[in-house]
């Protein structure tokens, strides 16, 4: 059984996704111990709370320099086997990527290698996607490297784009048809392989 954390920074819905896989058993071969989140009062805390799981927040504005050996020894001392970044907003570098490599993983949502990398994140992807005019969107599982959405590719899922889709529209359809599932299953995937 191996353990996880979770990296937020936002609504959280990816995480209640991998929550429920968890109670669900579609998670079964690690478990959920520790919810990390780069600011306070977000509802992705609100909802690790709910389901009795350890929370932090370990902010990289407020600790600076500090912050990758901050991070790094809270992983450390909980035993975290793998990190699951879930909406998680700050980019991850040095000493924590090198403790920990091979064992970070990031839901985003487009078919990488489109519309990923510095500056595409959450609305503006989608944005993105509906400016150029692609039919078939959708999310990638992928492992976190030094390149921002660089690092090998786990698992993905298409979406259709909707004519008349907005990028609220689209965003909630690809969390829905694609980010809520392959998370999960690749968390599974990873950890059952580990
Ligand atoms: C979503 O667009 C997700 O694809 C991206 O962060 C956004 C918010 O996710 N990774 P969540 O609801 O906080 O999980």
Redo the contacts with the bound molecule.
Sequence with gaps: MKNIAVL??????????LIDAQNSGIIKSGRIKAVVSSKSG???LERAEKAGIETAVIGKKELGDGFDAAMTAFMKERGIDLIV?????SILSGELLREYEGRII????SLIPSFCGDGF???R??RAALDYGVKVTG?TVHFVNEIVDGGRIIMQKAVEVHDGDTPETL?RR??EEA?WKILPAAVEKVCAEM
């Design positions: 937020v920074s936002g609504g959280g819905t990816n995480l209640q996704a977000v509802y992705a970044l879930a909406g998680y907003l990031n839901i985003h949502p994140y959450g609305l992807v989608h999310a965003q690809v969390m980010e």
